[in-house]
């Protein structure tokens, strides 16, 4: 920012070039310290018995202003900046002290007082310990009395540019402040870049102050330049297909307004696709023509497949062990694919993935999916496999499946004989995760929704049903430090044959997820000996409070309520505890102390019916 001081301030600037011309005796050196003395002669200061300069305090006390000003006050300073230093001297002091004032009233300037005045003190308090001591009167502040701004060149009479003038954040008979005056003109540039004016820049910046009068000029012209467009985006990769690539571009496009904006969205959109490691983005000015600017998109492969293994503890299955393999490239039309085991004593599987993305790859795809699941309860056990096919769409934060299913599943109930069930199913899934723009891991405001309805015949499939599942959680802010965790599960299913109706689609409840404080699927519907078989219908609610106590750490407090039921919810389960959460940066692991408020025929529950409950969870 060029600052010009007006005619009646030219004296003193006269007088300071006289200065400058003066003998270098009155010069300090680059350092501003002063020479050391020569070794055949003593300086008055050694005369004087004065002690090792790194003994030598310095304290500073400056009245007057505060804030902001203050804070560039010290930062002006000479003697602040070297008040620590190990070869601070006592002349070395003095020399910086006379500068002091006029440091000060300087630091002054860029938030407009121009006519400070600086009374100052310096006083030897011992044979090593200075005090300098500074009061400040800043004096009037000065006024924007007269403000230019101006569009020029090619984009001058562009609406947007024009509004972002008048939004300027220095108005006409505000206070000079040159952090507000470089911000707005920083901000406009900006904006003329993004807008397709790369070139733009500020041709006439000046602040013109007159001291006497405690008044400023601002002009600032800009120069749009010439308007620029995106000629082509050129692809350097032989990793897929260049026309599966480009589908990934459907929000920048040749002929587009050439902006940082824009070229960030194909950075972006390239990145998130999940096949590249890196994007690199070249706009070639050296080859414009008519304003249209080719741009270059080089892009590395990332690695293409990729293992994990883990092995880890959940109370409601146990000690498991899961391996995972995802192949992120299997062709160059950019099939996936992804497989995980799990193998644990109560319920192990195995699954496999297929992904085909189609039309806009980014929202949608085709996925086909095999699943082998061995699932072991105290009163069931049951063997199945799933086989489906889906199309997946995501709008926003929701994601919708359409999709057939066949499954076959042998189970037995009790001391019941074993079923073999086959079902031909049809199916949607819909869903949603909501995030407000805290500081992850420890989510305040969120919430997630999940819904989940499918059906067979009984033409092509053992008997019909019609099932509907839905699951929602919530996060609340409460206190500074605390949120309030909500949660509900409701499912519900109309069956032909109940019999032949598989354990994988009955409800139950609790376990960690459900009803703390019983185990996990021991609520719901018995048999004549006692079995749980699971039911029809499922409700379950949870509220929780979780409070920070450190950083990555939650201590909480719970009560959960429900059952899984047939045609009438008669009989409620209630439990509740407390327990810990640690914050990963992938989810949320839970420990928990949980009792049971009751049992079946009321009857009485004890300290001894604690149950633990460790796990894992993710917002949905």
Not at 379 to 408: C, H, M, P, Q
């Amino acid at each position: 920012m060029k600052i010009t001081v007006t005619k009646k301030a030219c004296a003193g600037v006269l007088l300071g070039m006289l200065a400058w011309t003066l003998p270098l005796w009155a010069a300090p050196s680059s350092a501003d310290q002063p020479e050391p003395e020569s070794a055949g002669s003593a300086s008055p200061e050694a005369k004087k018995g004065t002690s090792p300069a790194s003994d030598v305090k310095l304290d500073i006390v400056i009245s007057g202003i505060e804030g902001k000003l203050l804070d560039n006050a010290r930062a002006y300073l000479g003697l602040e900046q070297k008040k620590n230093d190990p070869l601070l001297s006592a002349l070395w002091i003095r020399h910086l002290y006379k500068k002091a004032a006029e440091q000060i009233q300087k630091s002054l300037q860029p938030f407009g007082y121009y006519n400070a005045k600086v009374k100052a003190s310096l006083e030897q308090l011992g044979e090593n310990s200075w005090l300098a001591r500074f009061q400040v009167d800043p004096g009037p502040r000065t006024r924007v009395t007269e403000l230019d701004l101006q569009w020029l060149g090619e984009g001058a009479a562009d609406k947007g540019l024009q509004q972002a003038l008048q939004n300027f954040p220095l108005k006409k008979g505000d206070y000079l402040d040159d952090a507000v005056y470089e911000k707005g003109k920083s901000a406009l540039i900006a904006l003329a870049e993004e807008t397709g004016y790369p070139d733009a820049q500020a041709v006439k910046a000046q602040v013109v102050v007159d001291p006497r009068n405690n008044t400023a000029r601002v002009v600032l012209h800009l120069d749009t330049g010439k308007k620029y467009y995106i000629d082509s985006i050129r692809l350097h990769q032989d990793v897929l297909n260049a026309d599966f690539v480009r589908r990934y571009l459907v929000d920048v496009k040749p002929g587009d307004v050439y902006s940082q904006d824009n070229l960030l969205e194909i950075q972006h959109a390239l990145i998130e696709a999940g096949y590249f490691s890196l994007v690199g983005i070249k706009p070639r000015f050296d080859e414009t023509h008519e304003n249209r600017v080719p741009v270059d998109v080089r892009l590395e492969p990332g690695k293409r497949q990729l293992y994990s293994i883990g092995l880890g503890f959940d109370t409601d299955i146990g000690v498991n062990l899961s391996l995972r393999w995802n192949h992120r490239r299997l062709n160059r039309m950019g099939h996936k694919a992804d497989a995980q085991l799990k193998l644990s004593m109560n319920n192990s599987y195995v699954l496999g993935n297929y992904w085909i993305p189609i039309r806009d790859p980014r929202t949608t795809k085709l996925g086909f999916s095999a699943r082998l699941e061995r699932e072991v309860l105290d009163d069931s056990e049951s063997n199945f496999i799933d086989v489906d096919a889906g199309y997946y769409w995501e709008k926003g934060d929701w994601l919708t499946r359409y999709y057939t299913e066949f499954k076959y599943e042998k189970f037995t109930l009790g001391d019941q004989p074993a079923q073999t069930t086959h079902f031909l199913s049809l199916g949607a899934t819909l869903q949603r995760t909501w995030r407000a723009p805290d500081k992850l891991p420890y989510l305040r405001k969120a919430w997630a929704m999940f819904g989940d309805i499918k059906g067979a015949p009984s033409g092509i499939s053992s008997t019909y049903y019609l099932r509907a599942h839905l699951k929602a959680r919530a996060y609340l802010p409460l206190f500074s430090k605390g949120r309030l965790v909500l949660r509900g599960e409701y499912g519900t299913a109309t069956v032909g044959d109940f019999d032949l109706y598989p354990t994988s689609l009955r409800f139950y409840a609790g376990g960690d997820n459900s009803v703390r404080g019983y185990d996990w699927k021991t609520l719901g519907p018995k048999d004549a000996q006692g079995n749980v078989v699971g039911g029809r219908q499922v409700l379950t609610a949870s509220v929780e409070y979780d409070h920070q106590i450190a950083a990555q750490w939650l201590a909480a407090g719970f009560v959960d309520a429900g059952n899984a039921y047939d045609d009438a919810l008669d009989h409620v389960f209630f439990g509740a505890g407390f327990g810990a959460r640690w914050l990963s940066p992938v989810g949320t692991v839970r420990l928990d102390l949980a009792w049971p408020f009751n049992k079946e025929n009321d009857e009485q529950t004890q300290f001894s019916d604690l149950r633990v409950h460790f796990g894992f969870e993710v917002l949905m």
